[in-house]
């Protein structure tokens, strides 16, 4: 199962409201998480199931979709969120990622 | 607190052998399946290979399937990757993770990565 993220990169403001999209090759339902990675750091699980948010992680991040289409948005930038963003599919071996959104400051 | 600390990357010819180790603790290790993902320098993340946590479901991606084996030793909170007939493209930082059934098998608990470099 392919995933496409788009945008591949987005510049933004601290106080935006954004939203990446992830596209499934084939339905996966709601079997799809997201992570936000920093430079030299493991990703974070931000999102499970489409649109549970992972403890810990701030309300202005919220997830959206099912089957091939799927959202992640943020919904007041904050300093501290600007990063590269990766969508990943649970539904079916092998699993994949998304080749990631990286989120800059404009 | 869970900790997942990686070993065993380095430097290593093309067609050579390594094996990865994740060290596991905070955690019920033998209640978890896990992964392994990689991550070429500058680019996306890749997932390698699974393994239920009794080790008896074992998963591969096509790029390295044949080449690599995921084992785990439960007794010793320890998860392996035996990596064998290495290419140029399978220099990468390699995490570790755990699959979390409670999370739609996401990846809660990631390690801080060992670093695989493939070069003559």
């Known amino acids: 199962i392919q995933l496409t993220q788009s945008p591949s990169s987005l510049s933004a403001s601290a106080g935006d409201r954004v939203t990446i999209t992830c596209r499934a090759s084939?339905?996966?339902?709601?079997?799809l998480a997201w992570y936000q990675q920093k430079p030299g750091k493991a990703p974070k699980l931000l999102i499970y199931a489409a649109s549970t948010l992972q403890s810990g992680v701030p309300s202005r991040f919220s997830g959206s979709g099912s089957g091939t289409d799927f959202t992640l948005t943020i919904s007041s930038l904050q300093p501290e969120d600007f990063a590269t963003y990766y969508c990943q599919q649970l539904n079916s071996y092998p699993r994949t990622f998304g080749q990631g959104t990286k989120l800059e400051i404009k | 607190e869970v900790q997942l600390v990686e070993s065993g990357g380095g430097v290593v010819q093309p067609g050579g052998s390594l094996r990865l180790s994740c060290e596991a603790s905070g955690l019920t290790f033998s209640g978890y399946a896990m992964s392994w993902v990689r991550q070429p320098p500058g680019k996306g993340l890749e997932w390698v290979s699974h393994?239920?946590?009794?080790?008896?479901?074992?998963y591969y991606a096509d790029s390295v399937k044949g080449r690599c084996t995921i084992s785990r030793d439960n007794s010793k909170n320890t998860l392996y990757l035996q990596m064998n007939s290495l290419r140029a493209d399978d220099t990468a930082v390699y995490y570790c993770?755990?699959?979390?059934?409670?999370?739609?098998?996401?990846?809660?608990?990631w390690g801080q990565g060992t670093l695989v470099t493939v070069s003559s």
């Open positions: 993770a755990t699959d979390s059934s409670l999370r739609g098998w996401s990846h809660n608990d």
């Open positions: 393994i239920g946590a009794s080790g008896g479901s074992i």
């Open positions: 084939q339905g996966i339902s709601s079997y």
